[in-house]
């Protein structure tokens, strides 16, 4: 774009030539612009064949290659139509206001040319926004070059990249999701629903979500559910459905199904959890039973054998809860070690509280126990204070593990061995199955469902001096 300046700095400069129009425009102003040199460094308009009126002091002529200067939030009032339809986006007689700002707009293929320095133009009322026309005629690339480039699809080369984004910066373009959406039949948002967002484990995950989901282009709607199947059922199906262009499903609450999902929800939507009976639609979820499984067999690898379970809840038959019991009943098994069941703690939410409590119902029971497998990390690390507020030592009397390996447990006090998802795989492949959906709606394709690997994380919680493995994989 050519460069500008403002009165004051270019009238020192000296006269350019007005039959040239613009393109004189970098070698200074007219000397009629030495007039205005008092006003502050703001915005310089240059026009051509032009008739114009201006609220803030400046010049009023008429001729090719006037120029005018506008200070503050004052409105230059243009009415012609050669130099309005030079200047994209605008076209015909219009009176409108230019707002000044600190943007550039340089009119293309005209015989009239026009620098407008703007935040935003307002004609008619109507705010005229930076487009993807005025990018790709800044770079000097295709309108289709400066969509690949911001949704990184396609082919360029770096150098293209980097020349598309310094005009993406100069002239502060923000994609139009409105407009794209008219085009398209999209808006470029998807939905995603969890039951906590407090919860770190959902933190972490909305965050793997929302990077999975930049790198296509899409933004990410976060809403909060409290695990209420009527919240849920209402996210699922009510009016926000109609913002975004599909669903992320983090289910608790409709666990065991629901009155008609298959004809409540009608937005593309993919679970994250595990398959929703009676619905059938694509699911996301990680190896439960395998890492429940792995983390007992540690526990018992380090001698332990009276291993109390905190996150139990037997009265479901499905979810992660059911399947985290699966997998440590199976390691016992594996050990010929009995199950007791005075050793599995239910509780209500799987919190920091809550693992305080259990512990506490443990204690009280003088149920004997010497490790824990956590059924999170929030749960283990409220029962790490328990056990240390009682005055056990982890892990020489009491070995701990979670799930989930949050940030927060390679800072605790021992670190906390925890079993890791692999969260960037489950929000790749949550959503890829989801665009999948959005953009074939009417494709025939059976349920997919797709369970992510983890591995065993194992630090000072529940290591034992002679152990040297720090981490063990738990297989697909």
Not at 105 to 117: H, K
Not at 143 to 171: H, P, Y
């Given at each position: 774009m050519t460069p500008w300046r403002n009165p004051a700095e270019a009238s020192a400069r000296g006269p350019m030539d007005t039959g040239r129009g613009l393109g004189g425009l970098a070698g200074g102003l007219t000397e009629q612009a030495a007039s205005w040199t008092g006003l502050p460094a703001g915005i310089a308009v240059a026009l051509g064949n032009v008739d114009a009126h201006v609220t803030a002091p400046a010049a009023k002529s008429t001729g090719n290659g006037v120029m005018l200067a506008v200070r503050g939030t004052s409105?230059?009032?243009?009415?012609?139509?050669?130099?309005?339809?030079?200047?994209?986006?605008?076209?015909?007689?219009?009176?409108?206001?230019?707002?000044?700002?600190?943007?550039?707009?340089?009119?293309?293929?005209?015989?009239?040319?026009?620098?407008?320095?703007?935040?935003?133009?307002?004609?008619?009322?109507?705010?005229?926004?930076?487009?993807?026309?005025?990018?790709?005629?800044?770079?000097?690339?295709?309108?289709?070059?400066?969509?690949?480039?911001?949704?990184?699809?396609?082919?360029?080369?770096?150098?293209?990249?980097?020349?598309?984004?310094?005009?993406?910066?100069?002239?502060?373009?923000?994609?139009?999701?409105?407009?794209?959406?008219?085009?398209?039949?999209?808006?470029?948002?998807?939905?995603?629903?969890?039951?906590?967002?407090?919860?770190?484990?959902?933190?972490?995950?909305?965050?793997?979500?929302?990077?999975?989901?930049?790198?296509?282009?899409?933004?990410?709607?976060?809403?909060?559910?409290?695990?209420?199947?009527?919240?849920?059922?209402?996210?699922?199906?009510?009016?926000?459905?109609?913002?975004?262009?599909?669903?992320?499903?983090?289910?608790?609450?409709?666990?065991?199904?629901?009155?008609?999902?298959?004809?409540?929800?009608?937005?593309?939507?993919?679970?994250?959890?595990?398959?929703?009976?009676?619905?059938?639609?694509?699911?996301?979820?990680?190896?439960?039973?395998?890492?429940?499984?792995?983390?007992?067999?540690?526990?018992?690898?380090?001698?332990?054998?009276?291993?109390?379970?905190?996150?139990?809840?037997?009265?479901?038959?499905?979810?992660?809860?059911?399947?985290?019991?699966?997998?440590?009943?199976?390691?016992?098994?594996?050990?010929?070690?009995?199950?007791?069941?005075?050793?599995?703690?239910?509780?209500?939410?799987?919190?920091?509280?809550?693992?305080?409590a259990a512990i506490a119902q443990l204690l009280a029971r003088q149920v004997h126990f010497d490790a824990v497998v956590a059924f999170n990390d929030a749960l283990a690390l409220g029962a790490l204070r328990a056990l240390e507020a009682h005055g056990f030592s982890v892990p020489e009397d009491v070995a701990i593990t979670g799930f989930d390996d949050i940030e927060e447990s390679r800072y605790s006090k021992p670190s906390l061995t925890s079993v890791r998802p692999d969260l960037q795989d489950i929000a790749s492949v949550a959503l890829e199955y989801l665009l999948d959906r959005i953009n074939d709606p009417q494709r025939s394709q059976h349920a997919r469902q797709h369970r992510s690997s983890c591995s065993l994380q194992i630090r000072d919680s529940s290591r034992n001096p002679v152990s040297v493995t720090t981490q063990t994989m738990v297989a697909r």
């Open positions: 409105t230059c009032h243009v009415m012609n139509s050669d130099v309005l339809a030079a200047v994209p986006g605008m076209c015909g007689v219009v009176d409108g206001g230019i707002t000044p700002g600190r943007y550039g707009y340089q009119a293309g293929q005209s015989a009239v040319r026009a620098l407008l320095l703007v935040d935003t133009m307002r004609v008619g009322g109507r705010e005229m926004r930076v487009t993807v026309h005025d990018v790709a005629r800044e770079a000097g690339v295709s309108i289709k070059t400066v969509s690949n480039v911001v949704r990184s699809q396609g082919r360029f080369t770096e150098a293209t990249r980097v020349r598309v984004q310094e005009a993406i910066d100069r002239l502060g373009y923000t994609p139009n999701l409105a407009a794209r959406g008219l085009r398209s039949g999209r808006l470029g948002v998807i939905g995603l629903i969890v039951p906590e967002i407090r919860n770190p484990y959902f933190a972490e995950l909305s965050d793997a979500v929302m990077r999975a989901a930049s790198a296509q282009g899409y933004l990410v709607v976060v809403e909060q559910s409290d695990g209420d199947p009527e919240r849920e059922l209402e996210l699922l199906g009510g009016q926000g459905t109609r913002m975004v262009d599909g669903l992320l499903f983090g289910v608790l609450g409709l666990a065991a199904g629901g009155p008609d999902l298959a004809g409540t929800v009608t937005a593309p939507t993919v679970v994250l959890g595990e398959t929703i009976p009676g619905w059938e639609t694509d699911s996301v979820s990680m190896l439960h039973t395998e890492g429940s499984e792995a983390a007992t067999r540690h526990l018992l690898d380090g001698g332990r054998r009276h291993i109390a379970v905190v996150g139990a809840r037997r009265d479901e038959g499905i979810g992660a809860a059911h399947l985290r019991i699966q997998g440590y009943e199976q390691a016992l098994r594996q050990r010929n070690v009995p199950v007791d069941e005075q050793l599995v703690v239910d509780v209500a939410a799987w919190d920091r509280a809550h693992g305080a």
